[in-house]
């Protein structure tokens, strides 16, 4: 009986484009599955590129203007949450970029204070001031409405109550030292994202002003910096051809694999927390860290979870890049995502020299 | 195994060699010749050039800034070589491993990366690593961070704490030397602050760009490590800058330090248009100086995109994007600008750039001390460097790009009275021995005995240009890796770092301000060996 491993590399050495998703990895991993990709003329994807795409895109056609974390948390002195995002997907958000103790010296003098645009409920730190801006019209408008108010243009808004606050809103951008508005880019559409930034271009000719875009899940901008740094291309690339190329609605794996374009493909799924859904419909090979249903076509191969087995660099919120986390429990019982993917490409090699 | 490249002109300017012979290599190193051996492999390099592998001490090929630049530029490489600039149309033609293929078929053999941010440690070493064949380094930049600032505060020296801080920033990173990118001026910008100069304090701190490099160089000197402070001075790219850059020089209390890209800081005011070659002022500096050294930093024309840590800079630099679009990442520290330019050569300013460029690189009365650097990308694309050797060795050449340049150029600038012309030892010079020198790679830059096996063999030719972008054969560490300019094996090189030691002490100290502040813990952005491959980092002695 063939291992695991020749029966993956059996699948993918057939494939004619086979898709690599998911990449819940460190970036080792990802290292490894670009390394795959590229060797095999295939695509890689990550399963929270959503957001990451339409950022990625907005700053190719116009550029970005973002702050670290640690700056966030120690310097500014108004932050904008837009939409029901970031705190939904970190409820102490609020907590970390505005703490209790005072911060390093920060500019101007004004108290610290948020402004929540469309967030719904939300429980707050006592610490922090709030004007909370809600309304029926859709969070999309409210950005508009607010872009329109800080470049004291006029607007149309028939509530008058919606329109007092947006105008507070704007007024306290104006004269913050510096604002920050922070979202989470898979909640946000382009043109949204785009306003967003319009709004801190006009602010920053006077004053200081920044976004935060939240991280994404699963080590996503992690991933997605590797695909830059070693392709010169975010994820969603292709490599089929002599020079790689990205395109958002082409080399997304869901699609790919629905549509029988991608004839195989390889999940990796290795780190802790909530396991992204798998796209259903191609031969697989799943590199799990947790356990998992198998389809009968499909190849499971067990490997180590990031930061939980072994050791792992990853993006982390708080230095707003790629640090290493140590493995409180460290164990060698099962590869990591990198060794399994590499030992592939080596019995792919060995096929192709025999 | 012995290698003989045989009857080859070695040019060795470390060794006064400039003569036709032999050289032996094994085990990766240069071998004085083995009287009664015979060698197991023999190259025959009759009428080539033989030199050290080239090293670049200020070329930003890894790191966060520099994938910045990737995330918002893919189409540099097609924009670039739209205009007919030598690189492949693809957005992986500035990824890491083409870096590393292209530098080596040219000859270069080490690489330093100038601009490590301490908290991004870990993706700057990543890329680093996933460069093939080079060798590389890193700089790791401090003072416009908080912690030195502090210690800095109210004018206080920042004493032993200051120097603990220093080299732990070292070690934790490992870096192989400091990297000071307009001091005070950034946190300055973190205040709103558009303009900084040298006697400029930063609010709250109240501390001057001039203190911080001070304390930063003594600091640097203290520990013993080989290379200087990396300096970046205050107002980069302004006309009349020349000015700061002198006082900068005449500020560093005799001990070395190093000055980066000063092209930039070239400029007079003089003229119709209040912009003028500061060339002929910056040199009587720098010749003066004989603790500094300094790396050009040339201009050429074409589309490139520049990235760096001085944010007041690229900020006030926004406007001039091309294409039109700029990122201004606020991050912890310095930040970084990233801006995308195109320098033409029907720009007046441009070309008075690009000539100013030249000027140092001719005015300079030692060589030893004015090293070859295009600030890659922000001055020009690495791949150019054939093209300005060519035209330091080549008073015709020179004098044709002139030709093509506004005629106004020549009215503020000294370039066309300069018949100086290179010679390759002192090309050899500033691309191989006074890099290692300047970095402490003493087993490097020279074909001496015991040197590593790091060697570049041209075909000598009128044409410059053709010569260097295409080395005949290179070998990395003694193994052949490059053959009539195509790389025909990929190895993998090694990352140099300094290990000064400090007082444990300042590991809670910092732990202690990772935690208040940024609810951070500095082992996460600690650079460990085991993060790569095993024998990838190796350690440069102190200066005892």
């Given amino acids: ?354 | 195994m012995l290698i003989q490249l045989k009857g080859g002109r070695v040019i060795d300017p470390v060794h006064n060699r400039d003569a036709v012979g032999d050289l032996f290599v094994e085990d990766g190193r240069i071998v004085a010749k083995l009287e009664g051996r015979k060698a197991d492999e023999v190259y025959d390099v009759g009428g080539k050039i033989v030199m050290a592998g080239a090293i670049d001490v200020h070329s930003h090929i890894a790191g966060t800034n520099v994938t910045l630049g990737r995330q918002l530029m893919p189409e540099l490489p097609a924009l670039a070589a739209a205009e007919g600039q030598p690189i492949l149309a693809s957005p992986a033609a500035w990824g890491s491993y083409a870096t590393g293929i292209r530098y080596a078929e040219m000859g270069y053999t080490t690489v330093i990366e100038p601009a490590m941010i301490p908290t991004h440690a870990i993706e700057a070493q990543a890329e680093l690593a996933a460069i093939p064949i080079i060798d590389t380094a890193g700089l790791v930049i401090l003072g416009n961070d908080d912690y030195t600032l502090e210690l800095l505060r109210g004018g206080r020296a920042g004493g032993d704490e200051l120097k603990d801080y220093v080299a732990w920033t070292l070690q934790h990173s490992k870096a192989m030397g400091l990297k000071i990118i307009n001091a005070g001026g950034s946190e300055a910008f973190k205040f709103n602050a558009r303009t900084f100069d040298l006697d400029d304090e930063v609010l709250d701190y109240g501390v001057s760009s001039r203190a911080i490099v001070e304390s930063l160089q003594k600091a640097v000197a203290d520990l013993g490590v080989p290379h200087p402070p990396h300096v970046h001075c205050n107002n980069l790219g302004i006309a009349g800058n020349v000015e700061t850059a002198v006082a900068t020089i005449e500020a560093t209390q005799g001990l070395p330090i190093h000055f980066a890209h000063i092209q930039f800081y070239g400029y007079g005011d003089a003229g119709e248009k209040g912009f003028s070659s500061g060339a002929p002022r910056l040199m009587e500096a720098v010749n003066k100086h004989k603790n500094a050294t300094v790396d050009v930093g040339q201009v050429m024309f074409g589309q490139t995109v520049t990235i760096s840590g001085d944010i007041l800079r690229q900020f006030d630099g926004r406007a001039a994007a091309s294409p039109k679009k700029w990122v201004i990442n606020q991050g912890d520290g310095n930040g970084t600008g990233v801006v995308p330019y195109n320098y033409r050569s029907k720009s007046f300013v441009n070309a008075l750039q690009w000539a100013i460029g030249l000027e140092i690189f001719l005015m300079a009365e030692d060589p030893w001390r004015v090293l070859f650097s295009t600030d890659h990308p922000n001055g020009a694309l690495f791949i150019r460097y054939p093209e300005i050797f060519h035209l330091l060795m080549d008073r015709g050449e020179r004098d044709r790009w002139l030709d093509d340049l506004p005629k106004d150029v020549r009215e503020v600038s000294n370039l066309a009275g300069i018949a100086r012309e290179l010679t390759l030892s002192e090309l050899a010079i500033i691309t191989r021995g006074a890099p290692a020198r300047l970095l402490g790679l003493t087993d490097r830059g020279h074909l001496g005995p015991g040197a590593v096996a790091d060697i570049a063999v041209y075909t000598e030719q009128k044409n410059k240009t053709a010569m260097f972008a295409a080395a005949d054969l290179v070998f990395k560490s003694g193994k052949l890796v490059v053959r009539d300019g195509k790389v025909v094996r990929v190895t993998w090189g090694r990352c140099y770092h300094v290990k000064p030691g400090f007082d444990t002490q300042i590991k809670r100290r910092v732990n202690a301000f990772y935690d208040r502040y940024y609810g951070a813990d500095p082992s996460w952005f600690g650079v460990s060996d085991a993060m790569t491959r095993p024998d990838r980092f190796a350690t440069i002695p102190n200066l005892s």
Avoid at chain 1, 179 to 207: G, K, M, N, Q, S
Avoid at chain 1, 211 to 233: E, F
Avoid at chain 1, 283 to 302: F, N, W
Avoid at chain 1, 309 to 323: F, K, M, T
């Fill in chain 1, 1 to 354: 009986m063939k291992s695991a491993l020749e029966r993956a590399a059996d699948l993918l050495g057939r494939a004619r484009f086979p898709v690599i998703g998911g990449l819940f990895t460190d970036i080792r991993g990802a290292e490894a599955a670009l390394a795959l990709a590229e060797r095999l003329g295939g695509v890689v994807d990550h399963a929270a590129s959503t957001g990451l795409m339409r950022a990625s895109r907005v700053m190719r056609e116009t550029g970005a203007t973002p702050a670290s974390f640690g700056e966030v948390r120690n310097r500014a002195d108004t932050v904008v949450v837009v939409g029901q995002g970031p705190l939904r997907r970190d409820a102490d958000l609020l907590a970390k970029l505005l703490p209790a103790k005072p911060g390093l010296p920060r500019p101007g003098d004004n108290k610290r204070e948020t402004i929540l645009l469309g967030t719904g409920k939300v429980a707050l730190p006592k610490q922090v001031r709030t004007t909370a801006v809600e309304s029926k019209l859709s969070l999309p408008e409210m950005v508009a409405l607010l872009a329109a108010s800080v470049r004291e243009g006029r607007f149309d808004l028939r509530d008058k109550a919606l329109r007092v606050k947006i105008e507070a809103a704007a007024e306290r951008l104006r004269k913050s030292a510096f604002a920050v508005f922070v979202y989470d880019p898979a909640e946000l559409e382009e043109p949204v994202l785009h306003t967003v930034l319009e709004i801190v271009r006009h602010l920053v000719v006077t004053t200081r002003a920044a976004i935060l875009s939240v991280a994404a899940p699963g080590n996503g901008d992690g991933v997605n910096l590797c695909s830059t740094w070693t392709c010169g291309l975010p994820v969603r690339t292709s490599f089929a051809r002599a020079v790689p190329e990205n395109d958002v609605w082409l080399y997304e794996t869901g699609r790919l694999i629905e549509s029988g374009e991608a004839d195989a493909l390889v999940w990796i799924d290795a780190l802790d927390g909530t396991a992204p859904a798998r796209p259903k419909g191609a031969p697989a090979v799943v590199l799990s860290s947790k356990p998992g249903r198998a389809g009968k076509d499909d190849v499971v191969i067990d490997v180590g979870c990031a930061v939980v087995d072994h050791d792992a660099a990853l993006y982390l919120a708080p230095i707003s890049g790629i640090g290493m986390v140590k493995a409180a429990n460290a164990n060698d019982s099962k590869p990591s995502v990198a060794a399994v993917l590499n030992e592939i490409a080596k019995v792919l090699d060995a096929k192709d020299a025999a």
